[in-house]
């Protein structure tokens, strides 16, 4: 499994008290696709029956997010 997490933050003072935080966060960020485990489900074996023997029918993560953020710190 293979996933890469970023988060840039800058602080900025305002005031004496006060600090704004700039917040930029990526998940998944390179965008990675990790495949789920093939199908095990044997059937009869007879074309109609629709078997999925070997088939992968998932993903184990999500598509890239990515979220802005504003926080004041008082």
């Known amino acids: 499994m293979f996933d890469t997490d970023i988060a840039l933050l800058k602080d900025t003072k305002i005031g004496e008290h ?4 700039f917040r930029a966060e990526a ?4 965008n990675n696709v990790n495949f ?7 059937t ?7 078997g999925t023997f ?3 029918t998932y993903t ?6 990515m ?3 504003l ?4």
């Not at 006060?18 to 935080?21: N, W």
């Not at 184990?60 to 997010?65: D, E, L």
């Not at 926080?71 to 008082?74: M, V, W």
């Open 36 to 42: 789920g485990q093939p199908d095990d489900f044997v």
């Open 18 to 21: 006060s600090t704004l935080q």
């Open 27 to 30: 998940f998944n960020a390179f």
């Open 71 to 74: 926080k004041l710190l008082f």
């Open 60 to 65: 184990s993560t999500g598509p890239r997010i």
């Open 54 to 56: 070997g088939t992968i």
């Open 67 to 69: 979220q802005l953020g």
């Open 44 to 50: 009869d074996g007879l074309p109609s029956s629709g």
